[in-house]
């Protein structure tokens, strides 16, 4: 039920950086969790980060970990992703999605427990 828009990829050097913004429907944003997963041709959707739906709990995967951040403004029904030092194999396609289980207190950082997705942006990280 909720939909959701990515923006903000784009092509970028090795270093540089890029913000993606992911701005929701609905009134009841504020009591998800939500994510952000990336894919790029032949390969599995995978995790990269997730905030609970307080903003107070994140979680990252290993590979983005000190250089992503996830944040949401539940004000604005809109949850980012800023990437600073990034890498030519950051290079996806990156989507969020909506966990619909409301005010969960499990972070997930699986691909099957989010349901609404968005129609994804493309990041290219050029060396």
């Known amino acids: 039920q909720v939909q959701l828009v990515e923006s903000g990829g784009g092509l970028v050097q090795a270093g540089g950086s890029l913000r993606l913004s992911c701005a929701a429907s609905g009134r009841s944003f504020y009591s998800y969790n939500m994510g952000w997963f990336r894919q790029t041709p032949g390969k599995e959707r995978e995790f990269v980060t997730a905030i609970s739906w307080s903003g107070g709990s994140t979680r990252y995967a290993d590979s983005v970990k000190g250089r992503f951040t996830i944040s949401r403004d539940n004000a604005k029904n809109t949850v980012y992703l800023q990437m600073n030092s990034l890498k030519p194999e950051d290079t996806a396609v990156y989507y969020c999605?909506?966990?619909?289980?409301?005010?969960?207190?499990?972070?997930?950082?699986?691909?099957?427990?989010?349901?609404?997705w968005g129609q994804g942006t493309q990041v290219t990280v050029s060396s």
């Open positions: 999605a909506v966990d619909p289980r409301r005010f969960n207190n499990y972070v997930s950082t699986s691909r099957t427990d989010f349901g609404s």
